[in-house]
Structure formats: structure tokens, C-alpha cells
């Protein structure tokens, strides 16, 4: 299995434009997590789905950021318009049910100059 | 609220044995996971405890207490390559049990000498 994929693995951009941030999980996996790693904040959930349906979004930061699965092999998290704060390491993590093992792709290293 | 304390900073030596301990705070609890990641990379899946005690893997070993609400991980024979942040992290509950919701710590840099 190639893993989780994520691209793009890198992304700058400048203040205000818009960023989506795509993943596909692991084949038969059904959950599927968006963290986000700052040095300052650490390494902080953001949104997960069970089932291509969001579950627990407590995390996102304000209305800027939204994320999608329309499906079982793909998701996306945008966010618009992007700010300097938002720079960090984006990754998206999935796993099966009943399991306790996440499993992380590489990331994207997100910069909003 | 829901919180896991970690030691920032940990420095040993090769072929040493360090513990890098966990306490956690959190409105549900189903198990205790740990996280290895080298820099610039992925967290990485070492352990997880979901009852009381001792789980070994290799070199690491990883251990809970539910009632402490208190977790460490131990690493022995240290190698070079072991020099990584590593991170808890707990399991959520809720009404219907286990969730797949993981609580990450703040990281704890460990620091291998020759």
C-alpha cells in the first residue's frame, strides 16, 4: 500500500488567496483526521470523519477553513482566504475501525508570506 | 478541558535506558498511544495501552496507569536514530465508547549522545 498521500507537499502563497490542501487515505480505512503542527501550538486536530461524514470539527480555527471527503479515497481542507498565521504542517492521518493506529501522511508545509 | 503534560526536553546517552513520562487530563479516556517523529517528518505509531500495565515492543515499552492518570514510555539501549520528539496521546470516549479521536501531548525532544 503506498500510505496516506498528501499533496501538495509544499504550498507558499501570499496573504488572502485561497489554499486547498488534499489527502487520500489508505484503502479501507474509514476515518480520516486533519491535524495541523506549529511550534507554538503543537500538533492540534482540526476535523475528522467516520464514513466520509465529518464527526467532531471542534477544532478548526474559524469559518476561513472548511473540509470535505466526498468520498472514501479523497479530502480536501481549503482555506480562504489564507493568512501568515495559518503557516505550518498540515497533515492528514486515517485508520480502520477499531483501530487505534493512526496512520500520517507526509504533510504539507504550508507558507502564507 | 483536556490537558497532556510532557517533558519539553530529554538528553541521553547511546545504550542508555530514558523514560519519558505523560500526564493527561481529559473529559474521556479510552487508551494511551505513543508517536514517534524525527524531524521533518510524519508522527509514527509506537504503542498504545488500553488497559493497566506493561505493553513491550522491541526496545520500547509503554506503560499506564488509569488510576494516576499517568503513562510513560520507555526506550532502552538508545540509539543515534532514536533522537526524536515523541508524543501521547490519548484515546477519546464518549457514550458510545471508544472514539478515534486522538488528544496529542506537547512532544518531548529526546536528544541522543554518543
Known sequence: ?113 | GQSLEQPSEVTAVEGAIVQINCTYQTSGFYGLSWYQQHDGGAPTFLSYNGLDGLEETGRFSSFLSRSDSYGYLLLQELQMKDSASYFCAVRGADYGGATNKLIFGTGTLLAVQP
Open chain 1, 1 to 113: 500500500d503506498a500510505g496516506v498521500i498528501q499533496s501538495p507537499r509544499h504550498e507558499v502563497t501570499e496573504m488572502g488567496q485561497e489554499v486547498t490542501l488534499r489527502c487520500k487515505p489508505i484503502s479501507g480505512h474509514n476515518s480520516l483526521f486533519w491535524y495541523r503542527q506549529t511550534m507554538m501550538r503543537g500538533l492540534e486536530l482540526l476535523i475528522y470523519f467516520n464514513n466520509n461524514v465529518p464527526i467532531d470539527d471542534s477544532g478548526m480555527p474559524e469559518d476561513r477553513f472548511s473540509a470535505k471527503m466526498p468520498n472514501a479515497s479523497f479530502s480536501t481542507l481549503k482555506i480562504q482566504p489564507s493568512e501568515p498565521r495559518d503557516s505550518a504542517v498540515y497533515f492528514c492521518a486515517s485508520t480502520g475501525t477499531a483501530d487505534f493506529e493512526q496512520y500520517f501522511g507526509p504533510g504539507t508545509r504550508l507558507t502564507v508570506t
